[in-house]
């Protein structure tokens, strides 16, 4: 026998909307991730062509090659592990999980983090480009090593930072609103009386 108010309350439109943006978020992580190893290569050959006219010797610019494909394809793993995050948190959400929605919160406030780390250090490349006095060669290498990148490389960047910051502020305010905290609590069981059974009367006699 079930109570009405043990019965499971439909999903409020916050938490509904809160995993979506949260699987959009994994849509484009995993969208940035196949662009970024679809760009790899051409990005190393313009590296090798800019580099052929430096001072650099065939090894160092061997190097700097292998370091530009690791950055890419590390970044690429990352950034595919942390969709499929998004979509286990989304998951999580919608199976009425308050774990799932601390956790979410953990990862929002770490994703807004990561995500002003990121804009703030686009910005200050593109405003003060890294300049080391060390040794002339290997500052050529990493200026040809930003210019190596597509033209449409960094406005998409900057538009995936403040998307991200967005989308993380938007979920952690979502699942924060009445309709979520009251749907995330669950009811309690109804306590059940303590004492003896009724009694029961004796079959009538025949």
């Known amino acids: ?32 991730a196949v662009v970024g190893l679809v760009a790899l290569d051409g990005t190393v050959d313009r590296f090798r062509a800019a580099a052929g006219g430096t001072a650099a010797g065939p090894e160092e610019i061997d190097g700097f090659a292998t370091l530009l494909q690791a950055v890419v394809v590390v970044s690429a793993i990352l950034t595919v592990l942390v969709g499929a995050l998004l979509v286990g948190l989304a998951l999580g959400l919608l199976a009425r999980r308050n774990g799932a929605r601390v956790a979410t919160w953990v990862v929002c406030g770490l994703g807004l983090l990561a995500g002003c780390c990121g804009l703030a250090a686009l910005v200050g490349e593109r405003a003060a480009p890294l300049r080391l006095s060390g040794d002339r060669t290997t500052a050529e290498l990493l200026g040809l090593l930003a210019d190596a990148y597509p033209p449409w490389w960094v406005p998409v960047n900057a538009a995936l930072s403040v998307g991200q910051l967005l989308g993380y502020l ?17 009811p309690r069981p109804a306590p059940v009386p303590v004492g003896f059974p009724p009694a029961v009367p004796p079959p009538p006699f025949r």
């Open 1 to 32: 026998m079930s109570y009405p108010d043990q019965a499971p309350a439909r999903r409020p439109a916050p938490v509904w909307l809160a995993a979506a943006v949260l699987v959009l978020m994994a849509v484009g992580a995993l969208a940035y």
């Open 170 to 186: 938007v979920v952690a305010v979502l699942l924060a609103l009445p309709q979520a905290n009251a749907w995330f609590r669950r």
